[in-house]
């Protein structure tokens, strides 16, 4: 099991910019794939950014392709979402995941597929 803990979520103006972080703990974190998802009041949660085990591929949601970006540092044990050309609608909660498979080839958008998630961050973007 991998525990994780977000950071790095906040208030910003439209445009602006936040990066969040994701500080995992376990020997197995390189293992695992790891996805950002999103959840807004009375909203379903959603897929926002995805890397493979080892790094080498990354995958977006359609509303965040081209602002956001996703990485991460094994040595740290790190997952990172750099957000840019924030909008008010991608106020959320921000949430880390674990992917329940290791060595996963690609990565999958269903919230199912994860079974460690972090404890959430607060991203609001005003107008």
């Known amino acids: 099991q991998v525990q994780l803990v977000e950071s790095g979520g906040g208030l910003v103006q439209a445009g602006g910019s936040l990066r969040l972080s994701c500080a995992a703990s376990?020997?197995?974190?390189?293992?695992?794939?790891m996805g950002w998802f999103r959840q807004a009041p009375g909203k379903e949660r959603e897929f926002v950014a995805g890397i493979t085990w080892n790094g080498g591929s990354t995958y977006y949601g359609d509303s965040v392709k081209g602002r956001f970006t996703i990485a991460r540092n094994t040595v740290k044990n790190t997952v990172y979402l750099q957000m840019n050309s924030l909008k008010p609608e991608d106020t959320a909660v921000y949430y880390c995941?674990?992917?329940?498979?290791?060595?996963?080839?690609?990565?999958?958008?269903?919230?199912?597929?994860?079974?460690?998630w972090g404890q959430g961050t607060q991203v609001t973007v005003s107008s």
């Open positions: 995941a674990a992917d329940q498979m290791t060595l996963r080839i690609g990565v999958s958008p269903e919230a199912v597929d994860y079974a460690s």
């Open positions: 376990g020997r197995t974190f390189s293992r695992y794939a």
